[in-house]
């Protein structure tokens, strides 16, 4: 089956810890992307990737970094300096690079101990 | 994923009949728009999209129709199923930039 695939499920930090939020994807899409997502509110941009070994930050990367090595991984890190790093993690892609028709996937909670 | 949702807009209607859900966008010169359904816990699952030099678009029980002149984008979903449920959100995309979303409606489907 083709799809976008996001691992962990979910995902406990520490204090001070880094962490990294796995996104997959075999539909062989150019672009993915990071969202953050707060209870009642609009998903907001994190970073995304247009093409392998390039990638632009979003409205809150502050925080955040990602890769982008292979065309089908975009993983994403929650680093110590984002203080509130608690939400739901959604990575999408789309065939071009439009910004269009986002495919996304099942998402990752993150919570902090 | 559990948490999505919290405080937002509630439409509550009976199995069987007829949903719209609305959505004011913020940019006139914004040229396409779409619609996602989220059940909880889950990604957000592709309804429908449609683009400025259109009014009304169909789809499997679903029609969006855009009115430019008052921004406002409808979702209208027939004959509403208990599998219907979810939280419903809108985008939109302004001169080629990232989709700007919406926080969305939460659907209840009673049966």
């Known amino acids: 089956d083709g799809g976008i695939t996001q691992s962990p499920k979910y995902l406990f930090r520490k204090e001070g810890q880094n962490v990294t939020l796995s996104c997959e994807q075999n539909?062989?899409?150019?672009?993915m992307y990071w969202y953050r997502q707060d209870p009642g509110q609009g998903l907001r941009l994190i970073y995304y990737?247009?093409?392998?070994?390039?990638?632009q930050k979003g409205d809150i990367a502050e925080g955040y970094s990602v890769s982008r090595e292979k065309k089908e991984s975009f993983p994403l890190t929650v680093t110590s300096a984002q203080k509130n790093p608690t939400a739901f993690y959604l990575c999408?892609?789309?065939?071009?690079?439009?910004?269009?028709?986002?495919?996304f996937g099942s998402g990752t909670q993150l919570s902090v101990l | 994923g559990e948490s999505v949702g919290l405080h937002l807009p509630t439409l509550s209607v009976q199995e069987g009949d007829n949903s719209i859900i609305n959505c004011a966008y913020s940019?006139?010169?914004?040229?396409?728009f779409i619609w996602y359904k989220q059940e909880s816990g889950k990604g957000p699952q592709f309804i429908i999209d449609?683009?400025?030099?259109?009014d009304k678009r169909q789809g499997q029980r679903v029609t969006v129709l855009l009115n430019k002149t008052v921004k406002h984008l409808s979702l209208q979903i027939a004959a509403t199923q208990p599998g219907d449920s979810a939280v419903y959100f809108c985008?939109?995309?302004?001169?080629?930039?990232?989709?700007?979303f919406g926080g969305g409606t939460r659907l209840m489907v009673k049966p």
């Open positions: 985008a939109e995309r302004y001169a080629g930039n990232m989709l700007t």
């Open positions: 539909l062989n899409h150019d672009a």
């Open positions: 449609i683009r400025s030099n259109m």
């Open positions: 990737s247009q093409i392998v070994n390039d990638f």
């Open positions: 940019n006139s010169a914004s040229d396409y």
């Open positions: 999408a892609s789309t065939p071009d690079r439009g910004h269009e028709k986002l495919f």
